[in-house]
């Protein structure tokens, strides 16, 4: 499976090599990261926003957890 990121946005390319934005994030994205073993897309942005999508084998992705991390001075 291949993902990238574009202006926030991410996509998916399948074997098709057709072109699907999955979903946009809210601010910029720092990484994003694909934990194989568990079919998991990992999202971090420039706000210290991490999101967690699932992946179908078609290589849709389901968000199933978004955290916000605040430092406190």
Do not use: I, P, W
């Not at 098709?16 to 934990?35: I, P």
Request: hydrophobic share 40%; proline share 0%; glycine share 4%.
């Amino acid at each position: 499976m291949v993902y990238f990121v574009s202006a926030g946005s991410v996509y998916h390319v399948d074997e098709s090599c057709r072109l699907k934005r999955q979903f946009v994030a809210e601010a910029g994205v720092k990484k994003l990261l694909f934990y194989d073993d568990k079919n998991l897309l990992v999202t971090v942005t420039t706000s210290l926003m991490l999101t967690l999508h699932s992946v179908s084998s078609e290589g849709d992705t389901t968000e199933t957890m978004k955290v916000l991390f605040h430092f406190v001075n």
